[in-house]
């Protein structure tokens, strides 16, 4: 069965490739893209800063724990054999260290000794020590920064946001200002083996975590081990950190009405107080569902594929596009690809056109950079843009950025 023709975010994009066709919509929505400078005005590190971070702490860690250390040194004597390069641990490109884990883990080099499903134990320990330390940075639902604030505020129903970012510092600004989102792609109704509709009745924003979430934990693996315990049991259930009891860190499931049957996000499930998560800690019994920043991330983007369907035809029909904070890092070359498109479509397509009584306005392209080899490098890597098209504002994300992306 063909796609549905349904419009999202101005291309056609369904949650699963068995969906009817609906009305088109007559809205035409903007689409924000969001990097980790989105969330530096709030105290969040940056990726070099979080990797120090996360290298710090980790040292610190006993136990099982300590295969990161022995990873690391692998890793060093790995560049020293193959590349002849001597570099100390904390010198290494963390990227390129955790693809080189990947890629390890994706084709079970270690056999049996294979940790999990969400990686071996070094990835395990980065993945739960980003959770740990973005938990804490973030700020709490009654102490967001008005900048946040006002951003939420300013989103409409169905503009679409794609971020990288792995904090919740937006979802909680959406929830403070009362604005209605969702965190997948479409919902659907009278879902069967044939397909589905798309259902279009509810305003919202829709935000779509790419890279996932420190507040994301899959429950397959603790379903099966549900069905598998004996009825005879001692204990009525498995025990988990946050399964076994899922009203103790609000557990919610991700997606909202219904799916098919084998549809990745069915089993993943938010969880709403995940600061106090991370502080009773839960290393090696669960791990929060993202991709490292790892050059290898797409081996295991799998569970979010849908996010990024007919994301090429993204930017023909919409109105206003803004990418804030994100500049296209080498270990995310493959955004380059996509943004290319997304950039280009805006830009060409009805550009200058009054579309249903729109037109669309600038591109809007926001960094930090102070330094005239800074602007340089941000240029080469968007180096596809149509300046005359464009408008940039390089002092960061701030009220007077709102202005360009939300003009009144």
Not at 185 to 208: C, F, I, K, Q, Y
Not at 242 to 271: N, T
Not at 381 to 396: H, M, Q
Request: aromatic share 12%; glycine share 6%.
């Amino acid at each position: 069965m063909s796609p549905a023709a349904h419009k999202n975010m101005g291309l056609r994009s369904t949650a699963t490739r068995k969906v009817n066709h609906v009305k088109r919509d007559s809205q035409q929505y903007r689409l924000f893209i969001l990097g980790a400078g989105f969330s530096r005005p709030a105290g969040l590190p940056l990726a070099s800063e979080l990797w120090l971070e996360v290298v710090r702490r980790a040292r610190r860690l006993r136990g099982r724990a300590e295969q990161f250390s022995d990873d690391l040194k692998t890793y060093v004597e790995y560049l020293r054999a193959c590349d002849g390069i001597a570099v100390e641990p904390e010198d290494i490109d963390f990227e390129q260290f955790l693809a080189f884990l990947d890629l390890e883990h994706h084709l079970k080099l270690r056999g049996s000794d294979t940790w999990s499903r969400d990686g071996n134990e070094t990835q395990v320990v980065v993945k739960t020590l980003i959770g740990q330390i973005l938990a804490e940075a973030t700020p709490a639902p009654n102490a967001i920064p008005q900048l946040y604030l006002d951003f939420a505020a300013s989103l409409q129903p169905s503009d679409y946001v794609l971020t990288f970012n792995y904090d919740v510092l937006l979802e909680r600004a959406l929830e403070a200002v009362r604005k209605p989102f969702r965190l997948f792609p479409s919902r659907l109704r009278n879902v069967t083996p044939m397909g589905a509709e798309v259902d279009t009745s509810h305003e919202e924003v829709v935000l779509l975590k790419l890279h996932g979430s420190i507040d994301w934990f899959d429950r397959t693996d603790y379903s099966e081990r549900e069905r598998d315990w004996p009825k005879d049991a001692k204990h009525s259930k498995p025990s988990h950190p946050i399964f076994a009891d899922p009203d103790e860190f609000e557990a919610v499931p991700l997606v909202e009405g219904p799916r098919f049957p084998h549809d990745a996000l069915r089993e993943m499930y938010r969880v709403r107080r995940v600061r106090q998560l991370y502080q009773r800690g839960f290393l090696f019994h669960c791990a929060p569902w993202l991709l490292n920043p790892s050059s290898a991330k797409m081996l295991y983007a799998a569970t979010v594929r849908d996010f990024w369907y007919g994301m090429g035809s993204a930017g023909l029909w919409n109105f206003g596009l803004a990418i804030i904070g994100f500049s296209l890092p080498i270990h995310d070359d493959y955004m380059r690809q996509v943004l290319y498109r997304i950039v280009t479509n805006y830009q060409q397509a009805n550009w200058g056109k009054r579309v249903l009584g729109r037109r669309k306005t600038p591109l809007v392209l926001i960094d930090a950079r102070s330094s005239k080899a800074g602007k340089e490098e941000l240029e080469s890597r968007y180096s596809f843009v149509d300046w005359n098209k464009a408008v940039t504002s390089l002092k960061g994300f701030t009220q007077q950025t709102l202005k360009l992306m939300f003009p009144t």
